[in-house]
């Protein structure tokens, strides 16, 4: 059964990334992994513009524990993607990140993802509670 798509409007941050040469496979789109690097991409290129995290060497990062993405639309080299961030969920200790992958003309997401963070001490890997700055700069993506 196919999934509505989202839109631009279902987001709060955008940044824009060209794609690769590389990004394609042989059967000229991009290929399924690479939609995870411009996913990852999204999400830590936020925490490190919002400054509310010491990345990569501070006390606290954040650990995938789960992934998962819709494709609506293929992708691939020459397309500029734009993509579209924000939180689903907000816990004690982790987050739900939501990413849409746009093409630059578009306003429908070609692909849907969630990926969730835990975070923990980088010298424990024991789970802490969300630094207060982190959880302030994360609720504006709500």
Same mark, same amino acid.
């Given at each position: 059964?196919?999934?509505? @798509?989202?839109?631009?409007? %279902?987001?709060? =941050?955008?940044?824009?990334?060209? #794609? @690769?040469?590389?990004? $394609?496979? /042989?059967?000229? =789109?991009? $290929? $399924?992994? /690479?939609?995870?690097?411009?996913?990852?991409?999204?999400? $830590?290129?936020?925490?490190?513009?919002?400054?509310?995290?010491?990345? *990569?060497?501070? &006390?606290?990062?954040?650990?995938? /524990?789960?992934?998962?993405?819709?494709? =609506?639309?293929?992708?691939?080299? *020459? %397309?500029?993607? %734009? #993509?579209?961030?924000?939180?689903?969920?907000?816990? #004690?200790?982790?987050?739900?990140?939501? /990413?849409?992958?746009?093409?630059?003309?578009?306003?429908?997401?070609?692909?849907?993802?969630?990926? +969730?963070?835990?975070?923990?001490?980088?010298?424990? @890997?024991? &789970?802490? *509670?969300?630094? +207060?700055?982190? @959880?302030?700069?994360?609720?504006?993506?709500?």
């Amino acid at each position: 059964m196919p999934c509505a @798509r989202a839109s631009r409007s %279902d987001y709060a =941050h955008f940044q824009t990334m060209t #794609t @690769r040469w590389r990004d $394609n496979d /042989v059967y000229g =789109h991009m $290929n $399924n992994a /690479v939609y995870y690097e411009y996913v990852d991409a999204c999400v $830590n290129g936020w925490i490190i513009g919002a400054g509310a995290l010491e990345l *990569p060497h501070g &006390p606290v990062v954040g650990l995938v /524990v789960e992934t998962g993405c819709v494709f =609506h639309d293929s992708l691939g080299f *020459p %397309d500029q993607i %734009d #993509t579209g961030l924000g939180v689903a969920h907000i816990g #004690t200790t982790s987050v739900q990140y939501r /990413v849409g992958l746009f093409r630059h003309d578009s306003d429908l997401a070609a692909a849907e993802a969630r990926f +969730a963070h835990v975070y923990v001490t980088a010298e424990t @890997r024991r &789970p802490v *509670p969300l630094p +207060a700055a982190f @959880r302030a700069a994360l609720e504006a993506l709500v």
